[in-house]
């Protein structure tokens, strides 16, 4: 390695490498790029980089570095991209980095680093386009300064500890800001005039993202948040200490995909121009006090995802019109003050999977028939109302439910036989009520049952002693004064023995003439019981062995199970950022299909699930993976559970024919002339339609070819949308602003959670040189 001194660009991005930077390097005193990112590199970064005074580019992110960031690497004057994001970096910033004015891309981001931000800090570094400094722990003021740096795109200072004020005055002038991200600090003073710098950033025309939450804000929302850039797309400004109502105008920022305004001290009616906002995805307003009705507007956003409406004062009816929100995955509007029947079309949600909770409210009337429609739902909550009426049977149909709340309302009848087909269900409450009859003992049998709640209602008879009735901290059946039996510790009072009474061995006359008379009919009702028999045991067979077909409309946790086999090693087709994929094989037909389950402790693997389902269900071509269905559920440890199943593809993917492993296979595994033609030809296709035939274009930002996998006649399938995303509309613009916004949401490094915790679509775009 030491020869190499000629060397310009040494790029080793994302591979596997462990170690120290070898000292070999230092020799290399050409080098112009050096770029090591995301590998498992360690130790710490050498201060004999700082000899390679011709290098433009530094770029040692997502790697496991550790110490201080040398003071030596301030004599690189070069220097353009200085970016040593994700590793384990402590310490300040050495002050000769501030000599490098030539730096336009600065990203400490991901690190320990402390200490604060010189006050003239855009006056050394004028050239700045992207400052990334986020999840640190820098303290002190936000430096005035910055506006120095007029050509400045991306600030991203969240989750550090700033404290003080925000300077508007000096960040309304930078004229090319896109993303400005100042939250999970200390700013603000809880006072009135906190959110004044608004009416400055209304200069900034190309502010597409805007991160304020975790603060300290208080006072009122300024009437200038109306007059922000209307490319402005995502704005947070939850958490904080905002009071007053919700400004006028809201309805102009008509490219918002997501607004965040959650626990504050926002008040007044929700204005019903906010159904102006068609491009919402995401609307968080839980956790105010706000009131008045909801607004039926909200149906006219027909690309909501997530509704957050909880904890708030919101009254009337619950708008039918939510019912047209056919993308939404969850729905909260629990702790608020609704009242009239749940609308009918809220039932007709299909997409529903992450939750629909109408929980304390004034809901009367029953629960609508139609909600065996829910399909996907993993939660369903509408506790503590006043609802009446049964259960009803069609929640059998709901199998992918985990929790089911249906306590303290006013219920009757008995418990649906159809509950045995919950067979992922996990929580079941249903206490409270005026529910009758026996318990059945298939409750007993749904084994991934942890919480049962059969308080206070009426039921009677023997209390089954299997299962979750065997746990006698998992059930519960106080106030039912008729049961009887089940284990000792619920102490309950012994069932009575049956009575044997002697039969006669002779009948009387008069049982004998009824039952002749009704020979005819005995024989008619055993061939209907016969008959049905039969029929229960096709239809059982239907079920425990459902075919493609079938699956196509939804398959459950248990399912995905069985068919491969326990999710085994054996089945492991291969493992990628967000999860891994398995063999499945269709018990009933023998059919083979992909099924990839998604690692959800993997930050933005929740995400990554809810963009490839959106991406994939309206785009069809035959150079497409073919999406089969999803299951969003509850795996046997009470955790969330998201899988995609696609068509098998035989032949496995591109990279394994370009790049074979085991040498045995590779004289197998050549691709000739022809192969490579049609396969190039097939993704080229496959690109084709995204960008220009899709109804709207799709981006799909992670092409490579461990993505493009090969069916049995080796044509070309593009898959893995994870990280896909709907293209803005095209400009003849072709600066780097516009290239930012066409590819801020898709990217390698540096991607922190949203400002709202449970959202992760709040993406900060690092390059990739």
């Not at 948040?225 to 008509?254: E, F, K, V, W």
């Amino acid at each position: 390695m030491s020869h190499c001194t000629q060397l310009r660009v040494f790029d080793l991005v994302s591979n596997k490498i462990i170690g120290s930077i070898p000292h070999q390097l230092s020799s290399w005193l050409s080098l112009t790029v050096l770029h090591i990112t995301s590998n498992n590199l360690s130790g710490t970064i050498p201060g004999w980089i700082g000899n390679f005074s011709s290098l433009r580019s530094l770029n040692l992110g997502s790697n496991n570095f550790q110490g201080s960031i040398p003071n030596e690497l301030g004599h690189i004057t070069t220097l353009k991209i200085f970016a040593v994001w994700e590793n384990n970096l402590s310490g300040t910033l050495p002050s000769s980095i501030y000599n490098i004015s030539s730096i336009y891309k600065f990203s400490v981001a991901i690190n320990q680093v402390h200490g604060e931000l010189p006050p003239n800090l855009g006056i050394l570094l004028p050239n700045l386009v992207v400052f990334l400094c986020g999840i640190n722990k820098f303290t002190g003021n936000i430096p005035v300064s910055l506006s120095n740096a007029s050509r400045l795109q991306v600030i991203d200072f969240a989750f550090n500890e700033f404290t003080g004020t925000i300077p508007g005055e000096s960040l309304g002038s930078l004229r090319s800001l896109i993303i400005l991200n100042f939250a999970v600090n200390r700013l603000g003073n809880g006072k009135l005039g906190d959110m004044s710098f608004l009416n400055f950033l209304t200069n900034c025309t190309s502010l597409q993202e805007l991160g304020l939450s975790y603060n300290r804000f208080g006072g009122e929302i300024p009437r200038s948040i109306a007059n922000l850039s209307t490319q402005l797309r995502i704005l947070y400004l939850g958490d904080n200490l905002l009071h007053g109502s919700l400004p006028n105008g809201i309805g102009n920022l008509i490219n918002l995909t997501d607004l965040d305004m959650a626990d504050n001290y926002l008040e007044g009616v929700v204005p019903e121009e906010i159904g102006k906002l068609e491009k919402m995805e995401t609307l968080d307003l839980h956790a105010n006090t706000f009131f008045g009705p909801i607004p039926s507007s909200l149906g006219n956003i027909t690309s909501l995802i997530e509704l957050f409406m909880n904890e708030n004062s919101f009254e009337g009816s619950i708008p039918p019109s939510l019912g047209n929100c056919q993308n939404l995955l969850l729905l909260y509007l629990y702790n608020n003050n609704l009242t009239g029947s749940i609308p009918q079309k809220l039932m007709e949600l299909s997409t529903l999977s992450i939750g629909l909770v109408l929980s304390e409210n004034n809901l009367t009337g029953s629960l609508p028939s139609n909600v065996g429609d829910l399909v996907h739902l993993t939660r369903l909550n509408v506790s503590n109302n006043k609802l009446s009426g049964e259960i009803p049977s069609t929640i059998g149909s709901c199998t992918s439910l985990g929790g089911l709340y249906l306590d303290d309302n006013k219920f009757e009848g008995t418990i649906p036989q159809s509950l045995k087909d919950l067979k992922g269900l996990e929580e079941l409450d249903i206490s409270s009520n005026n529910l009758s009859g026996q318990i059945h003992e298939f409750i007993g049998k749904l084994g991934a049952l942890k919480y049962l709640n059969l308080s206070y209602n009426d039921f009677e008879g023997e209390l089954p002693k299997e299962g979750i009735f065997s746990n006698v901290s998992g059930v519960s059946v106080l106030g039912n004064h008729r049961l009887c039996g089940g284990i000792p510790q619920l102490h309950l009072p012994a069932c009575p023995k049956n009575k044997h009474h002697s039969s006669r061995g002779l009948l009387s006359p008069k049982v004998v003439i009824p039952i002749s008379c009704s020979l005819a009919f005995i024989i008619a009702l055993s061939c209907f019981i016969g008959a049905r028999s039969m029929l229960k045991k096709s239809r059982n067979a239907l079920v425990t062995s459902r075919s493609y077909k079938d699956w196509k409309l939804g398959v459950s946790y248990s399912q995905l199970v069985e068919s491969t086999n326990g999710f085994s090693v054996d089945n492991l087709i291969g493992s990628g950022s967000f999860g891994s994929v398995y063999k499945g094989v269709i018990p009933s037909d023998g059919t083979v299909v992909a099924v990839k389950v998604l690692n959800l402790q993997q930050r933005g693997a929740s995400k990554s699930f809810n963009d490839e389902c959106k991406a994939l269900r309206s785009a069809r071509h035959r150079n497409l993976l073919k999406i089969i269905t999803a299951c969003s559920s509850i795996d046997n440890h009470g955790r969330d559970f998201k899988s995609l199943v696609f068509e098998f593809m035989p032949n496995g993917s591109l990279d394994s024919w370009l790049h074979p492993r085991d040498e045995e296979q590779s004289p197998s595994k050549r691709l000739n002339f022809m192969q490579r033609l049609n396969i190039a030809i097939d993704v080229a296709s496959a690109l084709d339609y995204l960008h220009n035939h899709c109804e709207t274009s799709i981006v799909h930002c992670d092409l490579k070819p461990s993505n493009v996998l090969l069916d049995e006649d080796m044509v070309a399938h593009v898959g893995d949308f994870g990280l896909a995303r709907f293209l803005l509309e095209a400009s003849n613009d072709h600066s780097l602003s516009q290239t930012m916004s066409s590819q801020l949401k898709g990217s390698v490094g540096y991607i922190p959670p949203g400002m709202r915790f449970h959202h992760s679509n709040f993406f900060f775009f690092y390059y990739s040189y």
